[in-house]
Structures are given as C-alpha cells and as structure tokens.
C-alpha cells in the first residue's frame, strides 16, 4: 500500500510537477481548472493519482 500512495499526489506534489506555488493550484481547483480528486486521505485532503496529474498538465494552457 505505501507503494500505491506514493502514486498519489498533493497540492505540493502537483505545484512541484507543474513549478507554480501550492496556492496556485489550490486555485486552480477553486475555479475548476484542475481535475477532480481521485479521492480523499482519512484526513479529507484531496488527492489524485500522478498519472491523472500528467495527463492534465500535458493538455493545460500555458501560463501567460
């Protein structure tokens, strides 16, 4: 199992994949510019796998 978690992503995670600050991706979901979680930690953080973090970043507008 520890295997599989580390396959899922935080804000941090995905601000580092993509270099912008957490907030920004935070953002991003705030205004629906990010994929919905794959699922939520027993603290009720969202996650999501890093495959559905690339597929995402791969067809995400550029930043000005």
Known sequence: ????????????EIA???SV???T??????HGLLPEP????AAGHPRW????IRAWARNRPRHR
């Open 38 to 41: 794959d699922l939520h930690d």
């Open 16 to 18: 580092r994949h993509i």
């Open 1 to 12: 199992m520890t295997e599989h978690r580390a396959d899922l992503w935080s804000y941090a």
């Open 49 to 52: 796998y890093a495959d559905t």
């Open 21 to 23: 600050q957490s907030e």
């Open 25 to 30: 991706v935070r953002n991003y979901r705030r």
